[in-house]
């Protein structure tokens, strides 16, 4: 086992009266991704604050890189890049502007800024757009600008704010490619986000966060045995056929299954693997209705964080 | 501690980097003033009441100048809030970078462009009928003053920049309450045509001071004396200065951007 670069124990804040994190215990191993998941308003940007010293803990400790946050602010802010949910930017400076001043702030000689920012634009393909007010960016340039504002002294802990929120499909595959290769050249990062496709894509590790509190943690594969093993699941033509084909797989597995009437998709968890899919696949054919897409299949973390918290990640998202 | 300067320094270049590039905030920024001194030569310059031996236009003159500069404050809390609301507040203090640097370049960058207002500010009074009585030195510690009144309002409006947190909220909260400040001290009128109440309030009001160093200054004897003025003067935007200043930096530390 290495070494843990970010640990976090107890970690508390409160806002007036709500309590935005409530005790989080986190460790994050070197050269590992922690992928921290839950909704809007659950507390995840409030911990990245806080371990990156931008605001101060209520109550527990946290380091980062063997540093205290609350006693050696600075000496954290030298080790570590943040890249926010914002694009922090200056918009009216040249993508080259910008990272040669960030550069200078990190207190590097000029000459060394200025080859820094030159190597960053090239490595994330902003070398054409250099010159040109970051104004005229598109969303995801603007982000691939402000993740290489966080890399200007090749931190080896990077902590990222749900770097593709809003991002195009495209975005967030190009922003997927560039933090596994931040991750094969041996850094340690703690990502936030809402989409649990990515968290189960990129990290290692997975706690998921809801109203300040660690509800769940281990890896992907491990948390999706928390909520049962395999899952029948078909799509049905007509939405009419939707409840009859239900109750048919009701009377098979024994299990209320979940049906999405929009897409007309019921699926119910399993005990027998492929008899049960047998099973299902018989009593519908019994009863007439025509199948689609019919298979067996493990759980997604959609289903682990309903299963966990009782409501939809993304809807929660919507409302917050 | 040493990266005051330096950071400082990178701070200003930045937001004088920007300055070509919103042609507009330079244009309207220049408006005003100019605009003022003109409504204020030909609209009030003949039909206010002077103490015998003063001229009006004279009067009215470094009243205006002065009130622009104060007008500082709202440039600069716009541009923190802004900042704070984009998130660089945010990414600067997550820089080992000097705590107090970004309101430094943020004052460093205002000081230049206030002054290159208050130049051709001057340059238009000139225009319509100002002049330096008060002799070369006299011009020049004028203008110092106008400096020290951009830093000390400058800090008054990067205080409020950070606790507003929002661009459109603090341009009004920047701005606002410089009406009743400048238009309750000797600006535009003099003391004696004031109710006693207001007359007590106005004396020690401290942009009657500023108003009254630069009147000695630009104008100069027999009727207006820059000493004791400039030393009264001084030591309120000293005042305001470590004091807002203080507040400011105190509040960028907490600043919690959401």
Redesign the interface.
Known sequence: MSENVIVAEGLVKRFGKVHAVSGVDLAVPAGTVLGMLGPNGAGK?TMV?ML????RPDGGRALVGGHDVVAEP?AV??I?G?S??????????TGR?NLD??G????LPKREAAARADELLDRFRLTDAADR?AKTYSGGMRRRLDLA?ALVVRPKIIFLDEPTTGLDPRGRMGMWEIIRALVRDGATLLLTTQYLEEADELADDIVIIDHGTVIARGTSDQLKAMVGGERVQFTVPSPAAVSRAAAAVLGVTGEDPEVDEETSTVSAPVREGTRSLVAVVNALDGLGIEAHDVGLRRPTLDEVFLALTGHKAEEEAVEA | MSYVLSDGWEMTKRHLRQVPRIPELLFFSLIQPVMFVLLFRYVFGGALRMPPGVDAVQYLMVGIFAQSMTFATAGISTGLADDMQKGLIDRFRSLPMARSAVLVGRMGSDLVRNMFVAVVMVLVGLLVGFRFTGGFWGALGGFGMFAATVLAFGSIGAWIGLSVRNAEAANIAGIIWLFPLTFTSNAFVPLETMPDWLRAWAQVNPITKIVNATRGLFIGPPVFHPFPAVWQALAWCGGLMVVFGFLAVRQYQRANSR
């Open positions: 940007t604050r990156t010293t931008l605001l600075n802010r030298t570590m943040l926010g949910q914002y694009a922090a930017v200056d918009e009216y400076l502007e001043m960030f200078r702030l990190y207190h007010p504002a």
